[in-house]
């Protein structure tokens, strides 16, 4: 069986940019949400890529929203770590990914030391 990860929009960057830190994740179940498509969407067309819709419409069938208690964990896991300054999107990924029981695949040094993430250098 194929190991799932939610991916962050960093981990997918780098997967297309075929950084060789990344490189072992390109065979792993990718799942992302919303949040991570609209923001690989607009890093895709910020850098202009040429086959964006090719990209997009790969990872598309990878995305699973998060119900509205998931989104509630994060902001108070966001609140409690205010300190640490994390984005609104990778702390609802963090947790979404808890609650479906697969790992956190992120670059974000805010994430390193915390359960449930795969943390892959930048």
Same mark, same amino acid.
């Given at each position: 069986m194929t190991e799932t990860f939610l991916y962050d929009t960093y981990a997918l960057i780098e997967l297309l940019n075929k950084n060789p830190n990344y490189e072992k994740y390109s065979t792993k179940e990718i799942v992302i949400n919303g949040f991570i498509f609209a923001e690989i969407c607009y890093q895709l067309i910020k850098d202009n890529v040429k086959n964006l819709h090719e990209y997009l419409n790969e990872i598309e069938p990878a995305i699973i929203n998060p119900s509205p208690k998931m989104i509630i964990e994060a902001m108070k896991f966001r609140y409690e770590n205010k300190? #640490? #300054?994390m984005s609104t999107t990778d702390c609802?990924?963090?947790i979404m990914a808890k609650e479906l029981e697969i790992k956190f695949l992120?670059?974000?040094k805010e994430f390193e030391h915390l359960e449930n993430v795969e943390?892959?250098?930048k």
């Open positions: 300190k #640490k #300054k609802i990924s963090y992120t670059g974000d943390f892959v250098k």
